[in-house]
């Protein structure tokens, strides 16, 4: 099946009693027996909920997985994932990851005696450098959040294939509309379904994908040990957008190129950082793994003062956390979403107090074109 009939059809089938088409809320917190011992294979809802189940396999087959697992944020996604290592481990991470996934590796899982090393993974020699004899894990996010780093996936398989260590890409800005890391050798995927997975910002979400089955086993045995699960409501929410993420990621998409073109002609922007920009210095890494760019797009407007000006002065694009949104938003990272990584770790990768990330949504282009230009003349 290609994608636009997974995104409908896998996982999901017509209601056993009523034959109602759309996956019901089961809002239950247990189940009963008939007789004691005589389940039906349901026996408490942090453990297993119908509703949840069937997102479950329409992610797992979204990302060409076998086994899927929903959080109840992308960050209790990764926390499930980490929590597969012990003390003495050594874990490889992006530098310029998620700032929230920064702050638990370094403020709560390190404290269990985990360590671990931030590397630029767009250069996968420093990737092989970094690896140690207690390297178990090399954790990366692909584009980065929000200098659209790219890391060759193709590249990373081969130093973790010799070494023998379990790779995670975090796959959220690119949607697996866009990027599946698990045809390219990685063990497990994972996603803040907050962000495209779910697209309309009313969700907060996390999923793990993998298609080996020890993880997947380990993954379920967190997922109920830790209990970090997912409402039905909240499962049925992504349910219902998961049938339009392909029409959504293109329609992301196709905005972005077009602005990231417009943005890249005007003098009074600096540099303009996305993936599908042939002056992207892994532009043709972007194009031998994923299938499009995405709507994300950062900027450098030079100040502090000038992203400022420039955010205030816009109107369409709202200034808010998050992204992936159908709604175009405006985020000014070293105030709000990476307020948590210290000045020196941001400055070695460039993410500066004049650099604004736009989340492109699904508006008309026009629109939005006219918004950037208006708010640019603040400046
Ligand atoms: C938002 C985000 C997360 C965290 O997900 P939550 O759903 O907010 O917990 C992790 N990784 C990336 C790339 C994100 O953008």
Same mark, same amino acid.
């Given at each position: 099946?290609?994608? =636009? ?7 999901? !089938? ?31 809802? #942090? ?42 481990? !050594? ?36 990737? #092989? ?22 890391? /060759? ?39 803040? =379904? ?7 910002? /009313? ?30 409501? /909240? ?12 029409? #959504? ?30 002056? !992207? ?21 030079? =100040?502090? /003062? ?25 985020? !000014? ?12 770790? #941001? ?33």
């Amino acid at each position: 099946m290609k994608f =636009s009939t997974k995104q409908i059809h896998a996982g999901q !089938h017509p209601e056993a009693t009523t034959g109602a088409v759309i996956t019901p809320i089961f809002q239950t917190s247990t189940y009963s027996n008939a007789k004691l011992g005589d389940s039906k294979g349901f026996d408490y809802g #942090r453990t297993i909920n119908p509703t949840r189940i069937t997102l479950e396999k329409n992610l797992a087959a979204l990302e060409n997985g076998s086994h899927g697992f929903c959080f109840s944020s992308g960050m209790a996604a990764i926390q499930a994932i980490i929590s597969m290592f012990n003390p003495g481990d !050594h874990v490889i991470c992006t530098n310029n990851v998620y700032g929230g996934t920064y702050r638990l590796f370094e403020q709560v899982i390190k404290n269990y005696g985990i360590e671990f090393s931030y590397v630029d993974t767009s250069d996968s020699k420093l990737i #092989r450098e970094a690896v140690k004899d207690n390297t178990k894990f090399i954790y990366v996010e692909t584009p980065t959040n929000p200098m659209l780093n790219i890391t /060759d996936l193709a590249e990373l398989k081969k130093i973790a294939s010799e070494k023998g260590i379990i790779t995670c890409v975090d796959n959220t800005f690119m949607s697996p509309y866009f990027q599946n890391p698990l045809d390219f050798g990685m063990d497990i995927v994972v996603h803040s =379904s907050t962000k495209y997975i779910n697209g309309h910002s /009313d969700v907060i979400g996390g999923c793990v994908i993998t298609s080996n089955d020890e993880i997947a086993e380990k993954i379920k045995f967190l997922q109920n040990s830790i209990g970090a699960v997912p409402s039905p409501f /909240d499962c049925w929410l992504v349910l219902r957008s998961t049938k339009t993420l392909a029409q #959504r990621m293109r329609a992301h998409n196709e905005n972005a190129v077009a602005l990231s073109d417009m943005l890249s002609n005007d003098s009074r922007v600096g540099k303009v950082f996305y993936p599908g920009l042939k002056s !992207h210095p892994q532009y043709e890494t972007a194009v031998s793994q994923m299938r499009g760019f995405g709507g994300i797009i950062s900027i450098e407007l030079g =100040s502090y /003062d000038a992203a400022v000006k420039f955010c205030n002065g816009l109107r369409i694009f709202q200034i808010a956390e998050s992204l992936g949104g159908v709604e175009s938003l405006v985020c !000014h990272p070293v105030s709000m979403t990476h307020a948590s990584v210290p000045k020196q770790l #941001r400055e070695e990768f460039g993410l500066t107090d004049g650099l604004v990330r736009l989340s492109v949504g699904i508006e008309d282009c026009e629109d939005l074109m006219d918004d950037i230009k208006n708010a640019l003349s603040a400046i």
